[in-house]
C-alpha cells in the first residue's frame, strides 16, 4: 500500500470520526428541536371557541398572529388587552389573530376570554397536541407567519402594541 | 532514514518491525538486551511508520494505548463527580426552571452545591465536554483496532513453523537438552506431534522443527470485543437523529383517552389500579407499622391509531389496534412504540356532586349535579324546567393580586365554580359559588342551594412513552463484546515448540495467558517423550521489564 | 420448622464452617515448622481438612440460599442483607474455582475471611424475607443481580491475591511508604470488621439515643421536627439538635449545618465508630504483636512465589470481568430498558458500575500493554474491589438513586 494511499484512507477515517463528534456534542446540546424564524409554520387544525374550527392552510394568502396563552399565566393576561388594540386596527388589513388556549376547558376559557375582553377567534387545543408541535416552553409565546405559510418572528416575552406593530409590518400581504 | 530494514537471512522487512517476518530473527541490533516484545508477533504497527503531517499526528495519538488508558481514567473520574449531588434529573422535589434548580442546588447542598451547579455538574452526562470524551474513547477504538489488526492478521495468519534459534532462546519458557547419538529425531517428533495433538494442538512441521498451536482465534478476542464496543456506541450516537429515539411523558384518567405525542396514536385508560400485599402472602411475619407493601401497579389500556392524524388538532379518526395491560417490567408494545407503567396519581378529585334543594319547599331535592372538573358541562338540566349553567370555572382557584378570580395552574387542585340555577316556571335566575368545599350564594335568602355530596375520584395513570430504534444494534454490540471478553480471557493462544539443530533439541513455549497452564502442557510432553531437560520459566517482572524497554523504544519520535 | 428458619440455621452453619476453615488454613501454613513434621505433608493435609470444611460451609450456604429461594418465592437477592450474603457466597465459589486451577493452600487464609466479612457484614442489615415490590418483579432480578454478584465474588479473589502479592513482596524490614499503604489497606478493613462489631453488638443492647432535629426551610427558619434514632453511642450529634432519649454518653460535638439530610448526621456517627473501632483494634494488634500487620502476615506467604501470586490475581480478574460485564453491564441495561424503558439513565449504581468496568478496562491495558505486572497490578486489583465496595455499599447508603430499594 502506497504513502499516499494510506495518506486517504486515514484522513477518510478521521473525517468520519471527527463527523460523529460534531454530531454527538450536537445532539446532546440540541437535545429538543426548535422552530425557528423562516421554517414553515407546521398545520394544524383546532376547535374554536364557540364551535367551527380553523385550519392553519386555509388562512395562505393573509397574515397570521398566532398567540399560545394560559388563564393561569398573568404576562398572557397581561396582554390580551394589546392584542385586542392591534386586532381592531388591523382585522381588515389581511392579517388574522388567533389565540391559542392549552389544555383549558371551555368553560374556564370562556369566562376567561369574557373577562379580558377578547374578540378575535380563540382556539382550543384540548391535547396540548399543537402546543406541542410548536415547542412551546415558557407561554406568552407568539409566532408571527406571513401570507405564504412561513415563520418571520418568535417573541416568548409580554407583548405591547409597538412591538406587535413592528412584526405586523413583516407580515402584511 | 530508510522506510526498510534487511534481516541476516535476506528478507527485507517495513520499519517497526521487532522480529523478521520471515526467520524471526531480532530486526534491531539487540546485543545482549532482553528478547524483544512478542506483540503482534514483532510486526511493524502501521502508526509507527511515518509521522510527518497533522493527520499522522492526529492517528497516532488516537493510536496508542497510553492516549486509550489516560481517556478511560478521566471519564471515569468525571463519572464519578456526577454522583457526588444528585443530576437534575434525579432531583428529589419538584422544582421549577433553571433559577429553581440553581437555588436547590445551593439551599440543599451549601456552597459545594452551589459551585456543583455553576461548574455544570448537574448536567455533567450531556454536557459537550463529556460527550467528547466518549466520543474520543470511540475514536481511539476504531483507531487502535485499525492500527493493529491488520499486523496481527499478517503475523496469525502464517505462523512461525521455523525461527531463528535466537527466537526460541529469547522464549519465557523454554529447555534445552543433548538427546544423544542414539536419538530418533524423526520419531520422537513424530510422537510429539501425536501428544500434542491429543491435548488439541494443531501442527505444523518443517524439517526438524514441529510447532504446535493451539486456540489462535483467542488472540483476536481484543479485537472482536472493540468492535463490539464500537457497534455499541455507533448505536448510542445513531440514536440522535430525528424519529430514532422518542421520550415522552403521559397522564392519562380512567376513562380518558390521550393523544400519544408524536405518534399517531391515542390511549385509553380503561383502569387504573394498585394492589397491595395482603398480611397471609407475605413469606414471613412483617413489622410494617400499618404500611402497605405494593404488589402491581397496573393500567389496562386501549391503543388506537388515529387516521387523522396528517392534520394536528383535527378530529380524530380512532381506530382500536390493541389492548391489554401496562404494569412495571411488563410494557405494552405495539410495532416500535413502547408504554410503561411509570407513576400514579390515585385518588384525584374528577368531579363535584351535589343535590339541587328548593328552600321554599321544604327544603325538597330537585335533583342531582355533577360538575366535572376536567369536561365540566355548560348546562345541565337538573328537573323539569330547572337547569344549572356553568359561568365560569377556576381550576386551581386564586384571588390575584387585583382582586380578579384567577387560577394557578390548568390542574383542579383547587376548583372554583360560579354556578347558575334557572327555573322555567317563574323565569327566576341565582347565582352562587362553590370554593373549598363551601356554597356562597350571590345574595342571602335565594330559593335554592346545592348540598355538597361525596365527590367523584378518579385514578390517574403516569406512563412513559419511548421508541428506540437503536435497541438492536446496541444489544447487538454488547453481544459482540461478551463474543469477544470470552475468546479472549478464556481461552489461550499456545505454541510449543520443539527444534533440533546440530545435535541439540531446543523447546519453547509462548502465550498470551496462564503461564502455569502452558508450563504444564510443555512439562508433560516432556515427560511423555522421556526427554532428559528441565524447563525454565522466566520470572515475570524480569520479562516486564524488558516489555517496557521495547514499550520506550516503540513510541513514535 | 419452617423453611425459613431452616436457612437461617444453614446460614449460621456455613459461617462457623467458614471460621473453621479459616483457622485450619492459618494452621496449615504457619504448623509447618512444628516439631516432627515433614512440612509439605502437613500443608497437604489441614490444607485438605481446610478445603472440606469450605466445601461443606459453601453447600449448607448453598442449601440457605435454596431454601430462602422457595420461602420467598423469589431469588435471595432483593435487598442488602440478601445480596451481601449472596455476595459472600459467590466470594465462596469464586475460591473454589480458583483453588481447583492453583491449589495454593495459602488463598484460602486470604479470600475465605473476606467472604466472612462480607456474611458478617450482611447481619448489620434487617434479614427479613419481604415479598418483592412491582419493580423487582422481573426474572432479571434473578439473573442481573447473580451474575452481577458472581462476578464480584471473582474479582474479589482478584484483590485478595493482589492483596497477598503486596503482603509478600513489601519488604518488611524498615517502615516505608509501601509498607505505610498496606498497613493503611489492612485498617480500612478492620475499620470494616469494627463497623459489624460495633452493630452487632449495639443492636442487641438497647442503648438507644433519641434526638429531635429542626428541620430549616431556605430561608432558615424551622420548618418541622424529626426524631432520629442513634444504635451506636452518640458521637455526633445532629446540627442543633435536643436529646429525648439520653443513650450511654453525651455527644461530643455537633454535625455542620450542611449536613442536611435526616439521616446524614447518624451516617457519620456510625461512620466515625468504624474508624475509631478499626484503629482501636489496629492498635491492640500492634500493642499485643509488636510489629506492623503486613510484618505479621508476611511469614505465611514467605514460601510462595510472587509470580504466582500475580497470575492468580491476574487471572481471576481476566475470568472475572466478562462476568462482571454481563452481569453489572449488559443485563442490567436490558432489564433498565425493560422495567424504565432506558438502558441507561446514568443512575448512581449505573455509574459506579461503569466506573469499576472502566477501572478493571484500564488494569488489564495497563498489564497488557505498558506491562503494568507485579506492585503495580497488585495496587490496582485492591483499588478495584475498594471500588466495588464502594458500588455496594457507599451508594446503596449514601448517595441515594432508584437502586436505593437495597438500602435500609
Same mark, same amino acid.
Given at each position: 500500500?502506497?504513502?499516499?494511499?494510506?495518506?486517504?484512507?486515514?484522513?477518510?477515517?478521521l473525517?468520519?470520526?471527527?463527523?460523529?463528534?460534531?454530531?454527538?456534542?450536537?445532539?446532546? *446540546?440540541?437535545?429538543?428541536?426548535?422552530?425557528?424564524?423562516?421554517?414553515?409554520?407546521?398545520?394544524?387544525? *383546532?376547535?374554536?371557541?364557540?364551535?367551527?374550527?380553523?385550519?392553519?392552510?386555509?388562512?395562505?394568502?393573509?397574515?397570521?398572529?398566532?398567540?399560545?396563552?394560559g388563564?393561569?399565566?398573568?404576562?398572557?393576561?397581561?396582554?390580551?388587552?394589546?392584542?385586542?388594540?392591534?386586532?381592531?386596527?388591523?382585522?381588515?388589513?389581511?392579517?388574522?389573530?388567533?389565540?391559542?388556549?392549552?389544555?383549558?376547558?371551555?368553560?374556564?376559557?370562556?369566562?376567561?376570554?369574557?373577562?379580558?375582553?377578547v374578540?378575535?377567534?380563540?382556539? *382550543?387545543?384540548?391535547?396540548?397536541?399543537?402546543?406541542?408541535?410548536?415547542?412551546?416552553?415558557?407561554?406568552?409565546?407568539?409566532?408571527?407567519?406571513?401570507?405564504?405559510?412561513?415563520?418571520?418572528?418568535?417573541?416568548?416575552?409580554? *407583548?405591547?402594541?409597538?412591538?406587535i406593530?413592528?412584526?405586523?409590518?413583516?407580515?402584511?400581504? | 532514514?530508510?522506510?526498510?530494514?534487511?534481516?541476516?537471512?535476506?528478507?527485507?522487512?517495513?520499519?517497526?518491525?521487532?522480529?523478521?517476518?520471515?526467520c524471526?530473527?531480532?530486526?534491531?541490533?539487540?546485543?545482549?538486551?532482553?528478547?524483544?516484545?512478542?506483540?503482534?508477533?514483532?510486526?511493524?504497527?502501521?502508526?509507527?511508520t511515518?509521522?510527518?503531517?497533522?493527520?499522522?499526528?492526529?492517528?497516532?495519538?488516537?493510536?496508542?494505548?497510553?492516549?486509550?488508558?489516560?481517556?478511560?481514567?478521566?471519564?471515569?473520574?468525571?463519572?464519578?463527580?456526577?454522583?457526588?449531588?444528585?443530576?437534575?434529573?434525579?432531583?428529589?422535589?419538584?422544582?421549577?426552571?433553571?433559577?429553581?434548580?440553581?437555588?436547590?442546588?445551593?439551599?440543599?447542598?451549601?456552597?459545594?452545591?452551589?459551585?456543583?451547579?455553576?461548574?455544570?455538574?448537574?448536567?455533567?452526562?450531556?454536557?459537550?465536554?463529556?460527550?467528547?470524551?466518549?466520543?474520543?474513547?470511540?475514536?481511539?477504538?476504531?483507531?487502535?483496532?485499525?492500527?493493529?489488526?491488520?499486523?496481527?492478521?499478517?503475523?496469525?495468519?502464517?505462523?512461525?513453523?521455523?525461527?531463528?534459534?535466537?527466537?526460541?532462546?529469547?522464549?519465557?519458557?523454554r529447555?534445552?537438552?543433548?538427546?544423544?547419538?542414539?536419538?530418533?529425531?524423526?520419531?520422537?517428533?513424530?510422537?510429539a506431534?501425536?501428544?500434542?495433538?491429543?491435548?488439541?494442538?494443531?501442527?505444523?512441521r518443517?524439517?526438524?522443527?514441529? #510447532?504446535?498451536?493451539?486456540?489462535?482465534?483467542?488472540?483476536?478476542?481484543?479485537?472482536?470485543?472493540?468492535?463490539?464496543?464500537?457497534?455499541?456506541?455507533?448505536?448510542?450516537?445513531?440514536?440522535?437523529?430525528?424519529?430514532?429515539?422518542?421520550?415522552?411523558?403521559?397522564?392519562?384518567?380512567?376513562?380518558?383517552?390521550?393523544?400519544?405525542?408524536?405518534?399517531?396514536?391515542?390511549?385509553?385508560?380503561?383502569?387504573?389500579?394498585?394492589?397491595?400485599?395482603?398480611?397471609?402472602?407475605?413469606?414471613?411475619?412483617?413489622?410494617?407499622?400499618?404500611?402497605?407493601?405494593?404488589?402491581?401497579?397496573?393500567?389496562?389500556?386501549?391503543?388506537?391509531?388515529?387516521?387523522?392524524?396528517?392534520?394536528?388538532?383535527?378530529?380524530?379518526? #380512532?381506530?382500536?389496534?390493541?389492548?391489554?395491560?401496562?404494569?412495571?417490567?411488563?410494557?405494552?408494545v405495539?410495532?416500535?412504540?413502547y408504554?410503561?407503567?411509570?407513576?400514579?396519581?390515585?385518588?384525584q378529585?374528577?368531579?363535584?356532586?351535589?343535590?339541587?334543594?328548593?328552600?321554599?319547599?321544604?327544603?325538597?331535592?330537585?335533583?342531582?349535579?355533577?360538575l366535572?372538573?376536567?369536561?365540566?358541562?355548560?348546562?345541565?338540566?337538573?328537573?323539569?324546567?330547572?337547569?344549572?349553567?356553568?359561568?365560569?370555572?377556576?381550576?386551581?382557584?386564586?384571588?390575584?393580586?387585583?382582586?380578579?378570580?384567577?387560577?394557578?395552574?390548568?390542574?383542579?387542585?383547587?376548583?372554583?365554580?360560579?354556578?347558575?340555577?334557572?327555573?322555567?316556571?317563574?323565569?327566576?335566575?341565582?347565582?352562587?359559588?362553590?370554593?373549598?368545599?363551601?356554597?356562597?350564594?350571590?345574595?342571602?335568602?335565594?330559593?335554592?342551594?346545592?348540598?355538597?355530596?361525596?365527590?367523584?375520584?378518579?385514578?390517574?395513570?403516569?406512563?412513559?412513552?419511548?421508541?428506540?430504534?437503536m435497541?438492536?444494534?446496541?444489544?447487538?454490540?454488547?453481544?459482540?463484546?461478551?463474543?469477544?471478553?470470552?475468546?479472549?480471557f478464556?481461552?489461550?493462544?499456545?505454541r510449543?515448540?520443539?527444534?533440533?539443530?546440530?545435535?541439540?533439541?531446543?523447546?519453547?513455549?509462548?502465550?498470551?495467558?496462564?503461564?502455569?497452564?502452558?508450563?504444564?502442557?510443555?512439562?508433560?510432553l516432556?515427560?511423555?517423550?522421556?526427554?532428559?531437560?528441565?524447563?525454565?520459566?522466566?520470572?515475570?517482572?524480569?520479562?516486564?521489564?524488558?516489555?517496557?524497554?521495547?514499550?520506550?523504544?516503540?513510541?513514535p519520535? | 420448622?419452617?423453611?425459613?428458619?431452616i436457612?437461617?440455621?444453614?446460614?449460621?452453619?456455613?459461617?462457623f464452617? =467458614?471460621?473453621?476453615? !479459616?483457622i485450619?488454613?492459618?494452621?496449615?501454613?504457619?504448623?509447618?515448622?512444628?516439631?516432627?513434621?515433614?512440612?509439605?505433608?502437613?500443608?497437604?493435609?489441614?490444607?485438605?481438612?481446610?478445603?472440606?470444611?469450605?466445601?461443606?460451609?459453601?453447600?449448607?450456604?448453598?442449601? =440457605?440460599?435454596?431454601a430462602?429461594?422457595?420461602?420467598?418465592?423469589?431469588?435471595?437477592?432483593?435487598?442488602?442483607?440478601?445480596?451481601?450474603?449472596?455476595?459472600?457466597?459467590?466470594?465462596?465459589?469464586?475460591?473454589?474455582?480458583? =483453588?481447583?486451577?492453583?491449589?495454593?493452600?495459602?488463598?484460602?487464609?486470604?479470600?475465605?475471611?473476606?467472604?466472612?466479612?462480607?456474611?458478617?457484614?450482611?447481619?448489620?442489615?434487617?434479614?427479613?424475607?419481604?415479598?418483592?415490590?412491582?419493580?423487582?418483579?422481573?426474572?432479571?432480578?434473578?439473573?442481573?443481580?447473580?451474575?452481577?454478584?458472581?462476578g464480584?465474588?471473582?474479582?474479589?479473589?482478584?484483590?485478595?491475591?493482589?492483596? /497477598?502479592?503486596?503482603?509478600?513482596?513489601?519488604?518488611?524490614?524498615?517502615?516505608?511508604?509501601?509498607t505505610?499503604?498496606?498497613?493503611?489497606?489492612?485498617?480500612?478493613?478492620?475499620?470494616?470488621?469494627?463497623?459489624?462489631?460495633?452493630?452487632?453488638?449495639?443492636?442487641?443492647?438497647?442503648?438507644?439515643?433519641?434526638?429531635?432535629?429542626?428541620?430549616?426551610?431556605?430561608?432558615?427558619?424551622?420548618?418541622?421536627?424529626?426524631?432520629v434514632?442513634?444504635?451506636?453511642?452518640?458521637?455526633?450529634?445532629?446540627?442543633?439538635?435536643?436529646?429525648?432519649?439520653?443513650?450511654?454518653?453525651?455527644?461530643?460535638?455537633?454535625?455542620?449545618?450542611?449536613?442536611?439530610?435526616?439521616?446524614?448526621?447518624r451516617?457519620?456517627? !456510625?461512620?466515625?465508630?468504624?474508624?475509631?473501632?478499626?484503629?482501636?483494634?489496629?492498635?491492640?494488634?500492634?500493642?499485643?504483636?509488636?510489629?506492623?500487620?503486613?510484618?505479621?502476615?508476611?511469614?505465611?506467604?514467605?514460601?510462595?512465589?510472587?509470580?504466582?501470586?500475580?497470575?492468580?490475581?491476574?487471572?481471576?480478574?481476566?475470568?472475572?470481568?466478562?462476568v462482571?460485564?454481563?452481569?453489572?453491564?449488559?443485563?442490567?441495561?436490558?432489564?433498565?430498558a425493560?422495567?424504565?424503558?432506558?438502558?441507561?439513565?446514568?443512575?448512581?449504581?449505573?455509574?459506579w458500575?461503569?466506573?469499576?468496568?472502566?477501572? =478493571?478496562?484500564?488494569?488489564?491495558?495497563?498489564?497488557?500493554?505498558?506491562?503494568?505486572?507485579?506492585?503495580?497490578?497488585?495496587? /490496582?486489583?485492591?483499588?478495584?474491589f475498594?471500588?466495588?465496595?464502594?458500588?455496594?455499599?457507599?451508594?446503596?447508603?449514601?448517595?441515594a438513586?432508584?437502586?436505593?430499594?437495597?438500602?435500609?
Amino acid at each position: 500500500m502506497g504513502k499516499q494511499n494510506r495518506m486517504f484512507i486515514r484522513v477518510a477515517i478521521l473525517g468520519v470520526l471527527l463527523a460523529a463528534l460534531v454530531f454527538a456534542v450536537y445532539s446532546s *446540546l440540541a437535545s429538543d428541536s426548535v422552530l425557528k424564524a423562516g421554517d414553515a409554520a407546521p398545520n394544524f387544525q *383546532l376547535e374554536q371557541l364557540g364551535g367551527g374550527s380553523i385550519t392553519l392552510n386555509d388562512l395562505r394568502g393573509k397574515g397570521v398572529v398566532l398567540n399560545f396563552w394560559g388563564s393561569w399565566c398573568k404576562p398572557c393576561e397581561a396582554e390580551m388587552p394589546e392584542l385586542e388594540k392591534q386586532y381592531q386596527k388591523h382585522k381588515d388589513d389581511g392579517v388574522v389573530f388567533i389565540g391559542v388556549n392549552i389544555g383549558q376547558t371551555p368553560v374556564t376559557v370562556e369566562t376567561f376570554v369574557k373577562q379580558v375582553g377578547v374578540t378575535f377567534p380563540i382556539l *382550543l387545543d384540548r391535547e396540548r397536541e399543537i402546543t406541542k408541535l410548536y415547542k412551546i416552553g415558557p407561554i406568552p409565546t407568539t409566532y408571527f407567519i406571513d401570507k405564504d405559510g412561513k415563520i418571520t418572528d418568535i417573541l416568548v416575552v409580554q *407583548l405591547t402594541e409597538e412591538m406587535i406593530e413592528e412584526k405586523l409590518a413583516k407580515i402584511m400581504p | 532514514m530508510a522506510d526498510q530494514r534487511k534481516c541476516e537471512c535476506g528478507h527485507t522487512n517495513p520499519v517497526g518491525t521487532v522480529l523478521c517476518e520471515f526467520c524471526g530473527k531480532p530486526v534491531e541490533e539487540n546485543g545482549d538486551r532482553a528478547f524483544p516484545s512478542m506483540r503482534y508477533e514483532g510486526m511493524a504497527r502501521r502508526s509507527q511508520t511515518h509521522n510527518k503531517t497533522l493527520v499522522d499526528h492526529v492517528w497516532n495519538f488516537f493510536s496508542s494505548v497510553k492516549i486509550a488508558i489516560i481517556l478511560i481514567v478521566i471519564t471515569l473520574i468525571a463519572a464519578a463527580v456526577g454522583t457526588i449531588f444528585p443530576q437534575q434529573r434525579y432531583i428529589p422535589v419538584p422544582v421549577s426552571g433553571e433559577s429553581g434548580v440553581a437555588a436547590f442546588y445551593k439551599d440543599t447542598y451549601g456552597m459545594l452545591g452551589e459551585i456543583y451547579y455553576l461548574l455544570g455538574f448537574h448536567k455533567l452526562y450531556s454536557s459537550w465536554w463529556f460527550v467528547t470524551l466518549l466520543v474520543m474513547i470511540g475514536m481511539s477504538l476504531v483507531i487502535c483496532s485499525l492500527d493493529r489488526i491488520v499486523p496481527l492478521y499478517k503475523a496469525l495468519s502464517k505462523p512461525r513453523v521455523n525461527p531463528h534459534l535466537s527466537f526460541l532462546k529469547g522464549q519465557r519458557l523454554r529447555g534445552e537438552c543433548e538427546p544423544g547419538s542414539d536419538f530418533a529425531a524423526d520419531e520422537t517428533l513424530a510422537q510429539a506431534a501425536a501428544i500434542l495433538k491429543k491435548k488439541g494442538y494443531r501442527i505444523y512441521r518443517e524439517g526438524s522443527t514441529l #510447532l504446535g498451536e493451539k486456540a489462535r482465534f483467542s488472540r483476536w478476542g481484543p479485537y472482536v470485543n472493540h468492535i463490539g464496543l464500537i457497534l455499541f456506541l455507533l448505536g448510542v450516537l445513531l440514536r440522535g437523529l430525528p424519529g430514532m429515539y422518542l421520550d415522552e411523558f403521559i397522564w392519562v384518567r380512567e376513562g380518558q383517552t390521550v393523544a400519544v405525542p408524536e405518534t399517531p396514536y391515542y390511549l385509553k385508560n380503561v383502569e387504573y389500579k394498585t394492589e397491595y400485599y395482603r398480611e397471609d402472602e407475605f413469606p414471613e411475619q412483617l413489622d410494617l407499622e400499618n404500611r402497605l407493601i405494593p404488589k402491581n401497579f397496573q393500567t389496562d389500556a386501549v391503543l388506537y391509531v388515529n387516521e387523522n392524524a396528517d392534520l394536528p388538532g383535527a378530529e380524530p379518526k #380512532l381506530r382500536e389496534v390493541k389492548s391489554g395491560s401496562i404494569t412495571v417490567n411488563n410494557p405494552f408494545v405495539y410495532e416500535d412504540l413502547y408504554l410503561y407503567q411509570a407513576s400514579n396519581q390515585e385518588m384525584q378529585l374528577a368531579a363535584l356532586n351535589f343535590t339541587l334543594i328548593d328552600k321554599q319547599a321544604g327544603n325538597k331535592e330537585l335533583g342531582r349535579v355533577k360538575l366535572d372538573l376536567y369536561e365540566p358541562e355548560q348546562e345541565q338540566v337538573v328537573a323539569e324546567g330547572i337547569t344549572v349553567r356553568v359561568i365560569s370555572y377556576f381550576p386551581d382557584f386564586y384571588m390575584d393580586e387585583s382582586g380578579q378570580p384567577a387560577t394557578r395552574t390548568s390542574q383542579p387542585n383547587n376548583p372554583m365554580f360560579a354556578v347558575e340555577v334557572r327555573s322555567a316556571q317563574d323565569g327566576a335566575a341565582e347565582k352562587m359559588i362553590y370554593v373549598s368545599g363551601r356554597i356562597i350564594p350571590e345574595s342571602e335568602g335565594g330559593r335554592y342551594t346545592l348540598q355538597i355530596e361525596m365527590p367523584d375520584f378518579t385514578d390517574i395513570t403516569g406512563l412513559m412513552v419511548r421508541k428506540d430504534k437503536m435497541l438492536p444494534l446496541i444489544y447487538f454490540g454488547s453481544f459482540v463484546v461478551m463474543v469477544g471478553l470470552v475468546m479472549g480471557f478464556y481461552w489461550q493462544h499456545r505454541r510449543i515448540w520443539l527444534h533440533l539443530e546440530q545435535g541439540r533439541l531446543y523447546l519453547a513455549g509462548h502465550t498470551n495467558k496462564n503461564w502455569f497452564g502452558l508450563k504444564r502442557e510443555a512439562e508433560f510432553l516432556v515427560e511423555q517423550l522421556a526427554l532428559p531437560m528441565s524447563l525454565v520459566l522466566d520470572s515475570k517482572s524480569k520479562n516486564s521489564a524488558a516489555e517496557n524497554k521495547t514499550k520506550e523504544e516503540e513510541k513514535p519520535t | 420448622m419452617s423453611l425459613i428458619t431452616i436457612s437461617e440455621w444453614l446460614l449460621l452453619l456455613s459461617f462457623f464452617l =467458614y471460621v473453621a476453615a !479459616t483457622i485450619v488454613y492459618v494452621l496449615a501454613i504457619t504448623g509447618r515448622r512444628w516439631a516432627n513434621r515433614e512440612p509439605k505433608e502437613h500443608e497437604q493435609r489441614y490444607g485438605r481438612a481446610g478445603f472440606y470444611l469450605v466445601v461443606v460451609g459453601f453447600l449448607a450456604q448453598l442449601g =440457605y440460599v435454596i431454601a430462602r429461594w422457595i420461602a420467598g418465592g423469589h431469588s435471595p437477592t432483593s435487598n442488602m442483607f440478601e445480596f451481601m450474603t449472596f455476595l459472600s457466597f459467590c466470594i465462596i465459589l469464586a475460591f473454589l474455582i480458583i =483453588y481447583r486451577i492453583y491449589r495454593l493452600t495459602v488463598l484460602g487464609v486470604f479470600v475465605i475471611p473476606t467472604g466472612i466479612i462480607m456474611l458478617a457484614y450482611a447481619s448489620v442489615f434487617p434479614s427479613k424475607v419481604t415479598p418483592l415490590i412491582p419493580a423487582l418483579k422481573s426474572y432479571w432480578l434473578h439473573i442481573h443481580v447473580t451474575t452481577a454478584a458472581l462476578g464480584e465474588g471473582i474479582l474479589a479473589v482478584g484483590f485478595a491475591a493482589g492483596l /497477598m502479592y503486596l503482603v509478600r513482596t513489601v519488604p518488611q524490614e524498615r517502615p516505608s511508604k509501601s509498607t505505610a499503604w498496606l498497613e493503611i489497606v489492612l485498617v480500612v478493613v478492620l475499620m470494616l470488621v469494627g463497623f459489624i462489631l460495633m452493630v452487632s453488638t449495639f443492636a442487641n443492647l438497647d442503648q438507644k439515643t433519641v434526638f429531635q432535629v429542626p428541620q430549616f426551610d431556605s430561608s432558615g427558619n424551622v420548618e418541622k421536627t424529626l426524631e432520629v434514632e442513634y444504635l451506636l453511642p452518640a458521637v455526633v450529634a445532629p446540627y442543633q439538635s435536643t436529646i429525648i432519649t439520653p443513650g450511654p454518653m453525651t455527644p461530643w460535638f455537633e454535625a455542620p449545618a450542611w449536613m442536611e439530610g435526616q439521616d446524614a448526621a447518624r451516617k457519620l456517627n !456510625t461512620m466515625l465508630w468504624s474508624i475509631i473501632s478499626g484503629l482501636v483494634l489496629y492498635g491492640l494488634f500492634r500493642l499485643v504483636l509488636r510489629k506492623r500487620l503486613g510484618a505479621v502476615l508476611k511469614p505465611l506467604l514467605d514460601d510462595i512465589e510472587p509470580d504466582l501470586l500475580d497470575e492468580i490475581s491476574y487471572r481471576a480478574i481476566a475470568i472475572g470481568y466478562p462476568v462482571f460485564t454481563l452481569g453489572a453491564l449488559i443485563f442490567a441495561m436490558i432489564w433498565a430498558a425493560e422495567a424504565w424503558g432506558r438502558f441507561w439513565g446514568w443512575d448512581p449504581k449505573e455509574v459506579w458500575a461503569l466506573i469499576v468496568w472502566l477501572f =478493571y478496562s484500564a488494569y488489564l491495558h495497563l498489564r497488557l500493554s505498558r506491562g503494568w505486572m507485579g506492585t503495580r497490578s497488585a495496587w /490496582m486489583s485492591v483499588i478495584g474491589f475498594v471500588i466495588i465496595l464502594i458500588t455496594l455499599v457507599v451508594v446503596n447508603l449514601v448517595i441515594a438513586g432508584l437502586h436505593s430499594y437495597a438500602g435500609v
